[in-house]
Structure formats: structure tokens, C-alpha cells
């Protein structure tokens, strides 16, 4: 198989946020051929949602209302951290590359982050992509643990901390990646974590791709 396949993307770049707009929904972040049948999500998996594990008591989560207001001014993101699946990663910058793809990592770490879109904190969409695997197990590994109420930090570059909770994740099938839901405008600060999953026995190749869906919070 080839070393990573992606997503097309095309952005059309607003003042405030990105709309990225996919040309064509393939692999993205697939990686190259070493993976297991015990790394990714299951093919069955495809198109479903998954919520459940021990959810944070609802009070530590900004209702929607409170969040729509509540944002953090621009600054560059420098390091993730998601300490329930041992996620303490540099974040390198990620931008489109002449033909359109998303640029992705050169290796299993660091994670990377869109700089077309909003910095974590902001209103939008922020965008962070990493590998399942690549060659060895990446930074994303174990995202598909990932649950409702899980914490996500974001360190930025001006010393302060975005703080995410998870309101879900999702296994996408990559012929039916829905773009919109995923990569389109929000009235609130999110962060959208994505990666490979549903690993192909026969092919050795990934068909879903896994997306974490998270919202800022105050504390």
C-alpha cells in the first residue's frame, strides 16, 4: 500500500473561521504498512457514534448556551495533551499543499494543526490530526478509547491552556465523510481530533476515519 493516503481538502478562508470543503473523501492520515487488527476502529464500527464511559458530572461542562459565548483570543497552539489515553504531544504546524491535501505529520509523532483554521480557543472549528500508526504506532494510537467528558488540553503560545471535554466520537466511513459536520463553520469553540481507524484485514488499509468532537470549557 502507499506510505498515507488523505483527504482532499479546499479551503475557502473566511475572517473569522474555515470552511474546508472536500473535493474528494479517501484515506486520511492512513498509514503505512505495519499496522495490527488491534490498532484503529472496527469496520462494523462505520458511521456510528460512540458516548458512553463514566462522563464527567455535567456541571464541569459549559452548557451550549454559556459556551457560544465563551471563547479565548488567538494564539498558536504548541502542545496537546489528553491524559486519559497518555497523550502528551508538540504540536508541528499543518498547512494545504499545492495539489489541495492536507499536509500531515512526516512520522508517527508529532500531532499537527491546521493553520488554515481556528487556533484552539477560538471560535470555529480548531483542527488536529495525527497518525494511528506510521510504520510504528502514532500519537493517535489509542483515540478510539476516547470517551463523553474526557478532558483535552491545548497549550498555547501565549502561556495559556484551552481546555476541552469531549461531547463525542464517531467512525466515519470514508466514502461518506460528512465534511459539513465536521470541517464547517460553528458558532462556539471546538476542536475536532482526527485520525485512521476500521483497519481492512485484507488490505492492511484503513476505511474509516475516527473524529473526536470536543467544546471549550472554563475550567
Known amino acids: 500500500m502507499s506510505d498515507h493516503k488523505l483527504v482532499r481538502h479546499r479551503a475557502a478562508l473566511s475572517r473569522r473561521w474555515v470552511l474546508i470543503l472536500v473535493a474528494a473523501t479517501v484515506g486520511l492520515l492512513v498509514s503505512v504498512a505495519v499496522a495490527t487488527g488491534a490498532i484503529g476502529g472496527s469496520p462494523n464500527e462505520a458511521s456510528s457514534t460512540t458516548e458512553s464511559r463514566s462522563p464527567e458530572p455535567s456541571?464541569?461542562?459549559?452548557?451550549?448556551?454559556?459556551?457560544?459565548?465563551?471563547?479565548?483570543?488567538?494564539?498558536?497552539?504548541?502542545?496537546l495533551r489528553v491524559p486519559g489515553i497518555g497523550v502528551?504531544?508538540?504540536?508541528?504546524?499543518?498547512?494545504?499543499?499545492?495539489?489541495?491535501?492536507?499536509g500531515t505529520p512526516p512520522g508517527a509523532f508529532p500531532a499537527g494543526?491546521?493553520?488554515?483554521?481556528?487556533?484552539?480557543?477560538?471560535?470555529?472549528?480548531?483542527?488536529?490530526?495525527?497518525?494511528?500508526?506510521?510504520?510504528?504506532?502514532g500519537v493517535?494510537?489509542?483515540?478510539?478509547?476516547?470517551?463523553?467528558?474526557?478532558?483535552?488540553?491545548?497549550?498555547?503560545?501565549?502561556?495559556?491552556?484551552?481546555?476541552?471535554?469531549v461531547t463525542r466520537l464517531a467512525h466515519f466511513a470514508k466514502s461518506h465523510f460528512p465534511t459539513k459536520q465536521v470541517y464547517?463553520?460553528?458558532?462556539?469553540?471546538?476542536?475536532?481530533l482526527i485520525t485512521c481507524g476500521g483497519l481492512d484485514a485484507k488490505t492492511n488499509e484503513f476505511d474509516e476515519n475516527v473524529v473526536v468532537f470536543a467544546e471549550l470549557v472554563r475550567r
Open 113 to 137: 494543526w491546521f493553520t488554515g483554521a481556528p487556533t484552539p480557543g477560538e471560535v470555529g472549528p480548531a483542527i488536529i490530526v495525527g497518525h494511528v500508526r506510521y510504520e510504528t504506532p
Open 88 to 102: 502528551d504531544s508538540k504540536l508541528m504546524d499543518l498547512g494545504l499543499k499545492r495539489d489541495g491535501t492536507l
Open 140 to 165: 493517535f494510537e489509542r483515540l478510539t478509547e476516547m470517551r463523553r467528558g474526557d478532558k483535552i488540553l491545548v497549550n498555547r503560545k501565549d502561556g495559556s491552556t484551552a481546555r476541552f471535554r
Open 59 to 79: 456541571s464541569s461542562v459549559v452548557p451550549r448556551a454559556a459556551a457560544k459565548a465563551f471563547s479565548m483570543a488567538r494564539s498558536v497552539p504548541v502542545r
Open 184 to 192: 464547517g463553520n460553528i458558532d462556539h469553540a471546538g476542536l475536532r
